[in-house]
């Protein structure tokens, strides 16, 4: 139905060209290319359609001897290409008698509107049904992410937990991925930056909640933040910026800095204001500082599950050893414990062991299994996002960045 006329066929040829053409839009359309019956039949729609291409049925002419003519010549597929005036013929070789064959599309330009229009309506066939299924989405039930679940050949799922704070949703690895992604869309309008300033200023909240300035002491509270080379590491370095106007003295170990925006940035705002930025870890040993704030892996990290003895890779892994051996010191992790699995916690045996925890946006499902102080910071998430994903997030209270729940 879609060329019902073009091009020509042979008058004993089995199916119609324009027949060929449409069926094989409709397979692609189908979505059903992965199956063996259909390649089959793709495969002698295609072989058809090169018969027909090699022998075409000429136009009839309003006299009976040129129907004739038409019905018994053929020139050969071959010589038409070679030969310009098989395509456009000369006035010559009509008086020499060949026939004069209809102008038509190549055959490698009408293939290529034919696999470019069955591609795009599959694009369009595709992007709508993932819209629909967005609208109906349910954190408890399915997967942000389509391509991870594909790609796990399992489905994920969060799940939704009562807390002190009501019901607070916990977000598997493909679903906090994706709300960062829908938080960058062009319909929430957040830049990278911009996420990375309110989660730092998150985390700087919950470490001054977490351990609170002593009234009789005019000694600034010491905080040294470990950075990763990736975004919890960014969120780390607001952080240290933020604890800094707060009245801490904040250090900052960051052994791979990554020199470019919006790292470099970051980077300079903390020695404009007197960071001092270290490439190995100081002397624990005299509990010189009253926090560590664990922000060097976030939800993207995951493990190579063959080799747990190495699931978190050099020079972070000493750091993280260096850590958990100062017990004296209380460690807040930012988002994920560093080493831990998303969704399981430390399967590895090698990851933090921290005393608080600050989930941004929402807490991930490793956090289920997390004892110690639990803070949210997700003040950022716009009413509609949380409405669209049905994200469920605690109330926050008057200028509160961070609210502290227990599940």
Request: hydrophobic residues 45%; aromatic residues 8%; proline residues 7%.
């Amino acid at each position: 139905f879609f060329f019902p006329d073009f091009p020509p066929t042979r008058a004993n040829h089995p199916q119609p060209a324009g027949s060929i053409i449409s069926e094989l839009l409709a397979l692609a359309c189908m979505g059903s290319w992965g199956r063996v019956a259909v390649l089959q039949r793709a495969s002698g729609l295609l072989r058809q359609w090169l018969d027909v291409q090699s022998s075409w049925r000429l136009p009839s002419t309003p006299t009976n001897a040129t129907r004739t003519t038409a019905r018994t010549t053929a020139l050969p597929f071959s010589r038409r290409r070679q030969s310009a005036d098989a395509i456009l013929p000369s006035s010559a070789s009509r008086v020499s008698g060949l026939p004069r064959l209809q102008p038509r599309l190549p055959f490698a330009a009408l293939c290529a509107v034919t696999v470019t229009c069955a591609t795009s309506f599959c694009t369009v066939r595709a992007a709508t049904s993932l819209s629909a299924a967005a609208a109906q989405k349910q954190f408890i039930t399915v997967p942000f992410s389509t391509t991870a679940a594909c790609a796990s050949g399992a489905v994920m799922a969060s799940e939704t937990v009562q807390t002190t704070a009501g019901s607070v949703s916990f977000l598997s690895q493909a679903d906090a991925q994706h709300v960062d992604e829908r938080l960058m869309s062009e319909d929430y309008g957040y830049s990278l930056d911009q996420l990375m300033e309110l989660a730092g200023l998150s985390v700087a909240a919950a470490a001054d909640s977490f351990v609170p300035a002593a009234a009789t002491s005019a000694t600034p509270r010491r905080v040294l933040v470990l950075v990763g080379p990736g975004n919890n590491g960014g969120d780390g370095l607001v952080a240290a910026r933020h604890l800094s106007l707060f009245s801490w003295q904040a250090d900052v170990v960051y052994p791979k800095r990554p020199d470019r925006p919006p790292f470099s940035g970051l980077q300079a705002q903390c020695r404009a204001f007197g960071i001092d930025m270290a490439d190995t870890m100081p002397d624990l040993s005299d509990a010189r500082y009253d926090l560590i704030i664990d922000a060097m892996f976030g939800f993207s990290f995951k493990a190579d599950p063959a080799k747990p003895e190495k699931a978190v890779r050099a020079p972070f892994d000493t750091i993280i050893s260096a850590m958990n051996a100062a017990t004296n010191i209380p460690v807040l992790a930012v988002d994920i414990p560093s080493g831990w699995d998303v969704e399981r916690g430390d399967i590895y045996g090698v990851g933090t062991r921290c005393d608080a925890l600050i989930s941004l946006t929402a807490p991930k499902l490793c956090a289920k299994s997390f004892g110690g102080r639990h803070f949210v910071g997700g003040r950022f998430v716009p009413p509609s996002l949380s409405a669209e994903l049905k994200l469920q997030v605690p109330a926050y209270t008057g200028h509160e960045q961070v609210v502290e729940i227990t599940s």
